[in-house]
């Protein structure tokens, strides 16, 4: 079984890299996804393998996509997704994600977009470094909505 995800991880990360070579990338952006935790709602025994090894299979395909980008000069680096998925691209506003679909909260323009999308967006945001993340609003601070002019 560990010889044929190998197998698996090699193919994919040679497609990861043979798309980044066709479309000239210098840089492949991966989501910084911390280890392995147990889910916690109750599995059975082979579900917990299969969610391990998952985990295990996307870090043998990172680590191969990292050795082929390198021979081919191009740069791999793993961000925190954190709010990713949450933030609207366009107006930095949150937005609602329901299921694979992502809505901005903003009345002015309401983007909609799937909420991969959005994410794959605000991660390279966060290379750029212009990703702006949600403030909290402090208790004496007005609601932009009811503020008026």
């Not at 090699?10 to 070579?21: H, L, N």
């Not at 991966?30 to 392995?36: D, S, T």
């Amino acid at each position: 079984m560990r010889n044929i995800d190998e197998n698996a991880a090699r193919q994919v990360a040679r497609q990861i890299v043979k798309f980044a070579i066709d479309h000239g990338a210098k840089v492949v952006v991966f989501e910084y996804l911390r280890g392995y935790r147990p889910p916690k709602e109750r599995m059975s025994r082979s579900g917990r393998k299969n969610h391990k090894r998952a985990y295990w299979l996307r870090g043998k395909i990172v680590t191969w996509v990292r050795d082929l980008a390198f021979r081919e000069g191009i740069l791999t680096v793993e961000r925190n997704p954190a709010y990713t998925s949450q933030m609207c691209p366009h107006c930095h506003m949150p937005g609602e994600r329901t299921g694979h679909h992502f809505t901005c909260q903003n009345p002015v323009h309401s983007y909609r977009a799937d909420a991969d999308f959005v994410g794959m967006m605000n991660l390279y945001r966060k290379w750029n470094g212009t990703f702006v993340y949600p403030r909290k609003k402090r208790a004496d601070e007005p609601n932009p909505a009811q503020v008026t002019a």
